[in-house]
């Protein structure tokens, strides 16, 4: 095939030299690679564009054996016609587009499954580069219209479906029309409500659905570039014009996941632009997910280009979600019921027990005991996004208030141990400022992030991907690390006491060890041995401790 495509039989193109008998399958000919980008004049006709598609198609074609080094020579002319129709609208025809998406048909037949394949493995551009020339020429073809319109060419191997409209959402694929059963029978959609087009006269669209290029694209995702992951979705482009001025997240994509065997999603798109990435890179930067099941992922963009959903393989497979959420269930409940006990005991004995501590831990365990029943009952809620982004938010300040509760009963015990013959009580500011720090810090970090980060597909919880976390873990650590510095004192205070001055060593141990398991607990020190440590490959779940 190589020794045929770049031979075409009639103007443009000039006749290039013969590769030999030997494939070469990355061989090309160097007076193609220097022709090639040249092959469409600033003068060329559609006629004249009409005629490469029309070879290219014939020449691309199954039976004539592609080679890599003919993907990449097709894939350059293409980019070349879609740069040159973009400023001569005069270059396209009604009919060209066809002949342009069976060309791109051709390309992306299974049986160059291998060359593509080896592309990638050289780090050759040449599919991002065939996927953005798509893109850009069917923009092209929507813009040079003036009046409504709708058009769908649908192959095997890619869909596109482009057109003009007025004051009406857009939902793609049109499964009114005859299309191909892969994209026909999935739940894959793309969706824009009409409210973004208000004003407009006439707004301008186009889409591209890919059928097998999940695993040839990139496999690196700009903000984790360390690990790999997995494209678990066709490739769905969109385009709009005019683009709407609101950066509000107004495209709607569902995707239909390959496989049921990955979690974590993240709504991608191919960063063109990103230095140091000939391929393209996939980021997630406007984007969201709203909504994620085993076998869909539904997101929003705030932005129209080339989008997926990347998947990390390794990550906690369906078989463990049932025992892990069990083990949640149980440690949470325990918990529950321990600390209703302790309530319970203390309303009993309140007139014997009642103190600023006692005070203090009655609020505790009311906080503790009010965030463990949301947890257990709304950190899965994930099916509603405003729901979940308001359970997460809730959670974040329970939990917080959970721990500045622990502070203020450190800083309570402290000045009981440490200033023994104190009389003024410092609860009155103290405990306000027990719930006022906490929404202050969630309402500092929900204005920051704007909500981003307040749930995802798995959890109604802090996610780690857009640091949102520290918000949490930082006040928590502080908290730990500053109750360790008054446990260190108190015991050092008991120790010194009068009554264990004169014991001996092993008894003094055995007092010192009897205090800090009484305290650890309290002071929510055991915390130090939940997750805050968590990475890309670890399961991370909330521990229920007090």
């Not at 740069?83 to 160059?112: R, W």
């Not at 009311?366 to 899965?380: E, K, N, R």
Request: aromatic share 10%.
């Amino acid at each position: 095939m190589a020794r045929n495509l770049l031979r075409l039989p009639r103007p443009p193109y000039p006749a290039f030299i013969v590769v030999g008998q030997v494939d070469h399958r990355f061989c090309r000919d160097s007076e193609a690679d220097g022709k090639s980008s040249n092959l469409v004049k600033e003068n060329s006709t559609a006629t004249v564009v009409n005629t490469i598609l029309e070879d290219l198609n014939v020449l691309t074609r199954k039976s004539n054996n592609v080679t890599s080094g003919d993907l990449v020579t097709s894939s350059n002319i293409l980019t070349d016609i879609a740069g040159h129709v973009a400023g001569n609208t005069d270059a396209l025809s009604s009919s060209q587009i066809e002949i342009f998406g069976s060309l791109c048909n051709n390309l992306l037949d299974d049986s160059n499954g291998r060359n593509w394949e080896q592309l990638k493995q050289k780090d050759s551009s040449s599919l991002t580069s065939l996927v953005k020339a798509v893109t850009d020429y069917s923009k092209s073809f929507t813009n040079a219209l003036n009046s409504e319109f709708s058009k769908t060419i649908q192959k095997q191997n890619l869909v596109i479906q482009l057109g003009k409209i007025q004051s009406t959402d857009i939902v793609i694929p049109d499964r009114t029309k005859a299309l191909e059963s892969w994209i026909l029978d999935s739940i894959n959609q793309i969706s824009m409500n009409r409210k973004y087009f208000d004003g407009l006269p006439i707004t301008g669209y186009s889409s591209v659905f890919y059928r097998n290029i999940s695993k040839l694209l990139p496999e690196s995702l700009k903000s984790h570039t360390s690990y790999k992951y997995d494209v678990n979705s066709i490739i769905a482009d969109f385009s709009v014009e005019p683009t709407p001025t609101k950066m509000e997240y107004h495209v709607e994509v569902k995707f239909q996941h390959i496989s049921e065997d990955y979690s974590n999603p993240f709504c991608g798109f191919l960063d063109f632009n990103m230095p140091g990435y000939p391929n393209g890179v996939w980021s997630t930067v406007g984007s969201r997910v709203v909504e994620s099941t085993y076998t869909y992922t539904i997101c929003e963009y705030n932005h129209t280009t080339n989008f997926a959903i990347l998947m990390s393989p390794g990550k906690t497979p369906r078989s463990h979600s049932f025992p892990l959420s069990v083990i949640s269930a149980v440690g949470c409940s325990i918990s529950i019921l321990c600390l209703t006990v302790t309530i319970i005991i203390h309303y009993i004995l309140w007139r014997h027990v009642r103190s600023d501590r006692s005070k203090i831990l009655i609020n505790l365990c009311v906080a503790l005991i009010t965030s463990y029943i949301l947890f257990l009952a709304g950190v899965t809620k994930t099916s509603n996004k405003v729901v979940c982004t308001a359970i997460a938010i809730t959670l974040h300040y329970l939990f917080l208030l959970d721990f500045a509760l622990m502070l203020a009963e450190g800083i309570q015990v402290a000045i009981m141990v440490v200033i023994i013959f104190r009389t003024k009580s410092i609860l009155q500011w103290l405990l306000p400022l027990c719930y006022i720090i906490p929404a202050v810090i969630v309402s500092i970090s929900a204005g920051v992030t704007k909500l981003e980060g307040y749930g995802n597909s798995q959890f109604c919880w802090l996610t780690i991907e857009s640091k949102l976390i520290w918000a949490f873990v930082a006040p928590a650590l502080f908290v730990v690390v500053t109750n360790i510095i008054i446990l260190i004192i108190m015991i050092y205070k008991i120790m010194t006491t009068r009554g264990l001055a004169a014991k001996t060593l092993k008894e003094k141990s055995k007092a010192g060890i009897k205090s800090i398991c009484v305290i650890f607990p309290l002071f929510g020190i055991t915390w130090i041995l939940g997750a805050f440590s968590v990475n890309e490959d670890l399961v991370s779940i909330p521990i229920c401790s007090m």
